[in-house]
Each structure stands twice: as C-alpha cells, then as structure tokens.
C-alpha cells in the first residue's frame, strides 16, 4: 500500500465518517472560503497553491493546480505562487541563523 | 499547411466517452428533461472537414488531408431553408469553412435572405492562397465573426492548436481590427472563444475575458468583443486525448460533478439545429461528428427541413452531453448560466 494515493483526494468526504457534525462545520468553512470576495477566486487558488507547497501536501498541490487552470492562471503565474512559498519557507529557515548565532554568542568570549 | 495531421478517428459510434452516470438520469434525478424550444433561431452548418489546422482538441477531427466537404447543391437547400422559414441566424463552421469553394455564395445568399451570419474562422486560413481578402469579405457582408484563440499566450495557444498559430492569429487579429471588427461599440462583431489547453474546466467568462482583454492589448495592440468560454467535448480528437493520456475517467467524473441544473434551460440544442456536409440534421455539431440524428421521427434531412416540427421535440443526448451542463455551462457562445 502506498502511504498516498491519487484516487483519495475524491474520498475526501469519507473523513466525515466519525464525527460528521465536525467534517461539516470544516467544509462550510472551506467551501466559504473559496469564494469571490475582497480576493478574487484566482488570487485564492494561487494562495491556495502556494500553500500547498509550503506543506508539501500531495493532495493540496494536485486539487490547487487544477483549481488554479480552471481560474484562468498560467504556469509562469503558477510557478511565481511556487517560488513565493519557497521564497518564505527558504527565509524562515535562514532567519533562525540568528537562532545560532545568539546561541553561539551566548557561550563565546 | 501549418499542422501535421492528425491521424483520422474513423468512428463515431465507438467514439462516445463513458460515464459512471447516464446524462438522461441526471437530468430526472434533478427533475429535469431535455426538449426543444419553441423555436429554431439558428441553422448551423458544417461545410465540411477540410482545415489548414489540425489541432489536438478538435470535435471535427478536422485536418489538410480531410475530403469531405459540402457540395453547392446541399448549400444550396440551406440557403433555400433559411430564405423559406426566415432562420434568424446562419451559423457557418468547418473546418476551416472558407475552404469551401461555396464559402462564399453561402455566405452572401444568407445574408441577401435576411439571416446574421456568424463565421467560425480560425483567423489563420486569412494567410492561405486566395484568402487574404478575407477581412474585406466579411465587412462588406457584416459576418459576425468568432475565433478561436484558446490562451493569450503563443506557448499554451500553440500547444493546442500547431507550431505558429498565435504569432499567425495575432496577425489575422490586426487585420480584423483595422478592417473595423473588433473595435469597441462597433457594429462588426469579432468574438475569440477560449477552451481549456487540456483536461479541466473554463475559467469564469467574465474573468478571463478580462485578462484576454487586457494582454492582448498590452502585448500585440488588438481588440476584439466579447470572449466565450467552451469547454473541451469528451469525443473524437480529445477523447483520443483523454485516453492517451489516462484522464478519461477524471475528466468525466469532473464534468458530471459539476453538472449546473441551471445550464439546461441555456443550451444551444434546444434553439439550433445543426447541418452535416451531406446535408443530414443533428441536435448540435457533436451529435454530428458521433453520427447521432435528430429523433427519428423528424425530418433527417436540410431538403426536407421544417421549423415547426421541432418544436418542443426530444434532443438526442450521451454522455457527451455532461460537457455544456458543467459548471457555468458551455455552447457555441460560450458559458450559458453566466453569474449563476
């Protein structure tokens, strides 16, 4: 059994089977957050995609490209999203230099 | 030429996409059934299979080496049909129908008849032998004209639609646009149709029109009208492509899933009836290339065509079907429940 498997983005909702009365206060709130408001639904999928990225989930980066073609986004639109969340994810990882730097500093003369 | 062609998908009986659901029982499950209106706005014909194109995604398996194509005498019930029961609309399509050698005579006949002529030019066929007075032609008969330009972007467009098609198509585009068509509050209609470069859904219409606007006027100084959204049909050329690349059952569970309840009162079959190049009738231009008829008590054939028969009668339908009723709906002008 492979620990991800493509066909269980479509079961999604068999997560409701305990506990039903949280999966769907979790979708209406998904579902709510997903459409045009102050952001448009493109802009959303974008952040939805470089989301996906940021937590490295197979199934969110699958369902957030899709959603993002069917927004009208391009690949160039798409990869700058990408390298946004790789951009931060790439900085909070650097920034912790100052982590070692004040543990070093601590413990130097 | 300016494609390879496409290897020819010989049957349309074999060429119907599957689907876990039929089209007919979603329709009952939402209480809903699929009739004619009252009546036929629009004749759309297909002159025939011939194009300088071949693109990946075409319904027609359209192509240089295709031979079948629409004979004067057929054309000429057409326009006899038109000019009989005065059909509001002429809707020409192909192929590339300015191959036709009848083209043009049906073109001016149906105008001369009274009809609004809408040509579906693939804006490249202006750069063919005898064809580059094309934009004049359609001015001088006031032909509504609508395109097909998938992407505002030379990658994705010709990716679908050929090696060089964009650069050739933005060209066309100008040549449209300084012949008068395209240009805001102008009375000669250029409209481009979007479609998916793949398998997934059209953007909003509204959206994309937009953006269409908006890039192909920053990049290459072109206007145009309106934008239509169609979506990709599961049949011919791009069922051979969902299969090829194993996206037929995601495809169809997508477009069943997005099936809109709202689209059914919106859909070109229950206004139009379509031509084939022999003459033969269908309840849309998919129907035509599954080789699937009007109801068989009706008349079968343009020679025979009488308006009132068709009112209020069954559509014929498949699982082909699912593709105008997803999410905003799709039709030979674009999205059908638009803001729903």
Redesign the interface.
């Known amino acids: 059994m492979a620990y991800y498997e493509e066909d269980d983005l479509?079961r999604f909702s068999e997560v409701g089977k305990h506990r039903p009365d949280l999966f769907e206060k979790f979708m209406a709130w998904y579902e709510a957050c997903q459409e045009d408001g102050a952001l448009?639904?493109?802009e959303k999928a974008l952040i939805g995609l470089a989301v996906a990225h940021a937590l490295q989930c197979p199934y969110c980066i699958d369902a957030y490209s899709?959603a993002c073609?069917?927004?009208?986004s391009?690949m160039?639109q798409m990869t700058e999203a990408i390298h946004m969340a790789s951009a931060l994810r790439g900085g909070a990882s650097l920034i912790h230099a100052l982590q070692a730097h004040n543990s070093v500093n601590k413990v130097s003369m | 030429m300016i494609s390879k062609a496409l290897p020819v998908i010989p049957d349309g009986a074999t060429q119907r996409a599957r689907a876990a659901v039929g089209f007919d029982e979603k329709l009952a499950a939402h209480g809903l059934g699929l009739r004619r209106a009252g009546v036929v706005e629009t004749l759309q014909v297909n002159v025939g299979k011939l194009c300088n194109q071949a693109c990946k995604h075409c319904h027609v398996d359209a192509g240089p080496k295709r031979t079948e194509i629409m004979t004067r005498e057929t054309a000429g019930q057409v326009i006899a049909a038109v000019r009989r029961f005065r059909i509001p609309t002429l809707d020409i399509t192909g192929g590339a129908p300015e191959l036709n050698p009848s083209f043009r005579h049906l073109v001016a006949e149906a105008r001369r008849a009274g009809a609004c002529v809408i040509v579906r030019h693939n804006l490249t066929v202006m750069f063919e032998p005898g064809q580059d007075d094309l934009p004049e032609f359609f001015r001088a008969h006031e032909v509504e004209v609508v395109s097909s330009l998938p992407?505002f972007?030379e990658q994705?467009t010709d990716a679908q639609r050929g090696a060089g098609v964009f650069r050739k198509s933005v060209e066309a585009l100008r040549r449209l646009n300084a012949a008068g068509y395209g240009r805001e509050g102008g009375a000669l209609k250029l409209n481009l149709v979007y479609n998916?470069v793949?398998a997934?859904?059209?953007?909003?219409q509204e959206?994309?029109e937009k953006?269409f606007k908006r890039e192909l006027l920053a990049r290459h100084g072109v206007t145009f009208d309106q934008l239509y959204t169609i979506t990709n049909m599961p049949i011919r050329r791009f069922l051979e492509y969902l299969r090829r690349s194993g996206n037929e059952e995601r495809y169809m569970?997508k477009l069943i899933e997005a099936f809109n309840p709202a689209t059914v009162e919106g859909l070109m079959c229950r206004t139009l009836v379509s031509v084939d190049w022999t003459g033969r009738l269908f309840d849309c231009d998919f129907n035509q290339m599954l080789e699937l008829g009007v109801a068989g008590e009706l008349p079968q054939t343009v020679s025979d065509f009488d308006p009132s028969l068709f009112e209020g009668r069954e559509v014929m339908t498949g699982a082909h079907c699912f593709g105008c009723t997803a999410g905003a709906g799709s039709s030979c002008g674009g999205a059908v429940a638009v803001g729903d």
């Open positions: 479509g448009s639904r493109r899709q073609l069917e927004a009208g391009n160039e | 992407y972007l994705q998916p793949g997934f859904l059209p953007p909003s959206a994309i953006d569970r």
